[in-house]
């Protein structure tokens, strides 16, 4: 960090605000134990994020219990990567861009591994980065975030779908309360066998009907003639 | 009479204040003891109430001035109950150390135990220092912080030559201390709610209103910026600067030592 860098005054507001990030990454990780223990494994190392557009910088040092945020650190980081904001969260949150839209490089230097691994956890803590960051990325990343909005949006349909299916599985299978779609459609093939089986006794009836008459006024006819009768 | 019979009657004479009264110069210290003593307890609580959380803030920026890298020594003077050493606890790593000192037994006994709480107990050590002469040797720290503790210091010209002393070269003093507003409508505010609610919050959550009582009168009779920058200049500090937070009532001065 240069001398000029050094005498930067720190803001209050962006202090503020990557406090109120570092709290809420914190505790997430506290209601995902196995996520945090992942992470704690790392506990001493130290990410720097550089944004290039708006300029910014955020070191993250993992420690024993969750994560500490800084605007600016003289250590050496593990890991450093640097990008425009939203190939940045592409990369470290898996944020879809937006169809149509071209994601730019981002460089990476340092320990590659321990990225893939930072880049795990943040998946597997299904939580709404965009919300999280929302008070550091401001509206530079406004519609970035409507996007991944959208998706939170399409989670939560297709998790209402899978309630659904959930609920209709325990109602048929489980509770017996009503018939599983397997049992309404055997019970259908039932139903229209049924009916092909009194369809064809109906036509046999009706046939032996139409012969009734013609057989009634010659009752002395010879055996081998009721013998063609239909079966 | 000798020279130092005379130093000893005119030490004996010499007053200085504890907030707004004037006391005998020896009597400052044990005065002041008397404060954190009875608000070790729930200081934090405190701190948290009358700053309105603000204190976390301001010492997050201090951190970020810093610098700390793995393998630093700092020495948190008047470090209390720990906030500060906790975080350079996790920066210094396992090379590095971090020395917590105060000169209140009851809120080191606080500040040992939030380190054994946060795991820093492999590198920090807890120690018991008078301010104006630390017992360390000479270049022994590449930094050291004092955060909301210079007010307090009898002998405040004293304690920064003897953090020089102790600073490495190229080493740096940070000190964060309530200071003054630079705004007057701000000022007047901050005079009415200080002086109006922190005797009041103390005397309702650590049945204390004395002690912010001195809070609020000591923060008026502590040097404000200039004034403080130029003795940390006479101290030998270079480089010497201040930040002003939230409009001046809090200021962090910075100094290095070449």
């Known amino acids: 960090m240069s001398l000029k860098d050094q005498s930067r005054s720190p803001g209050l507001l962006s202090t503020t605000a990557l406090a109120t990030v570092e709290r809420a990454i914190n505790t997430a990780l506290r209601s995902d134990p196995a996520s945090a223990d992942r992470l704690a494994v790392h506990a001493g190392r130290l990410i720097a994020i550089e944004v290039t557009l708006p300029p910014m910088a955020i070191y993250g040092l993992i420690v024993e219990d969750g994560v500490e945020l800084y605007h600016r650190s003289d250590a050496t980081p593990d890991v450093a990567v640097k990008g425009s904001p939203m190939d940045l969260a592409s990369l470290l949150l898996n944020w879809k861009t937006r169809p149509g839209v071209i994601g730019g490089p981002v460089d990476i230097t340092g320990n590659r591994d321990f990225l893939q691994e930072l880049q795990q956890i943040a998946n597997d803590l299904q939580i709404d980065w965009g919300a999280i960051l929302e008070p550091i990325t401001g509206s530079e990343l406004a519609q970035q975030l409507d996007y991944s909005a959208r998706r939170l949006f399409g989670w939560a349909k297709q998790a209402a779908t899978r309630l659904t299916e959930q609920l209709g599985d325990y109602v048929g299978n489980e509770s017996g309360l009503i018939p599983s779609r397997r049992d309404v459609y055997e019970f259908g093939q039932d139903v229209d066998e049924l009916r092909m089986d009194v369809d064809r006794l109906d036509a046999r009836i009706q046939r032996l009907k139409t012969r009734a008459p013609s057989a009634s006024p010659s009752s002395s006819s010879s055996p081998q003639d009721s013998g063609s009768a239909p079966h | ?258």
């Not at chain 2, 010492?59 to 500060?84: N, W």
């Not at chain 2, 606890?89 to 939030?114: H, K, P």
């Not at chain 2, 000479?138 to 002393?165: P, V």
């Not at chain 2, 009041?200 to 008026?220: C, F, P, T, W």
């Open chain 2, 1 to 258: 009479m000798n020279d130092n019979t005379r130093d000893d009657v005119a030490d004996a004479n010499k007053v200085t204040h504890f907030g707004y009264q004037q006391v005998p110069w020896q009597e400052k210290q044990q005065k002041v003891a008397g404060v954190f003593r009875s608000v070790a307890g729930k200081y934090d609580v405190m701190n948290d109430l009358i700053s309105m959380g603000s204190h976390r803030i301001l010492k997050r920026m201090t951190i970020e001035l810093a610098g700390i890298r793995p393998g630093h020594k700092v020495l948190d003077l008047a470090g209390g109950t720990g906030d500060l050493a906790i975080k350079f606890s996790r920066l210094v790593g396992e090379t590095g150390q971090v020395v917590l000192a105060d000169i209140n037994d009851a809120m080191l006994d606080v500040g040992r135990d939030r380190l054994f709480d946060a795991g820093c107990s492999h590198n920090t050590q807890v120690t018991q220092v008078n301010g104006e002469c630390l017992p360390f040797e000479d270049n022994s720290f590449h930094c050291i912080t004092i955060a909301f503790g210079l007010r307090n210091i009898t002998d405040k010209d004293a304690a920064l030559r003897s953090m020089l002393r102790v600073l490495k070269p190229g080493g740096r003093l940070l000190v964060l201390e309530f200071s003054t507003p630079t705004n007057k409508h701000l000022a007047k505010a901050y005079d009415t709610y200080s002086f109006a609610v922190w005797p009041k919050l103390g005397k309702l959550i650590v049945n204390d209103a004395d002690s912010y009582q001195y809070l609020a009168e000591s923060i008026r009779m502590h040097p404000d910026q200039d004034t403080l920058q130029g003795m940390m200049d006479t101290a030998g500090f270079a480089r010497t600067e201040y930040f002003n937070m939230i409009g001046g009532i809090v200021a962090l001065h910075r100094g290095f030592k070449f």
